[in-house]
């Protein structure tokens, strides 16, 4: 199963996201080096997210990326 890289950049509310597959990789490594050099070459008042999600194909990726997931409870001592 490939790895691939998205950009993703926020929708007009919380729930929407903007996705953009910018790569797929058959090896980790390659996969989050490029990722480093995209984050690296961010300009500063780009709100973008850059993120390597590993999935069978495009829409499995994309739907992985868009579910909602709730918060984690934080516990005392982890405060």
Request: overall charge negative.
């Amino acid at each position: 199963m490939p790895y691939f890289i998205y950009k993703i950049n926020a929708g007009p509310t919380a729930l929407i996201k903007n996705l953009e597959k910018i790569a797929g990789h058959e090896e980790y490594k390659l996969a989050q080096k490029e990722v480093r050099e995209l984050r690296a070459a961010q300009q500063a008042d780009d709100t973008a997210t850059y993120k390597v999600i590993f999935a069978d194909n495009v829409l499995a990726a994309e739907e992985q990326l868009l579910e909602h997931r709730e918060a984690p409870i934080l516990r005392e001592w982890e405060k």
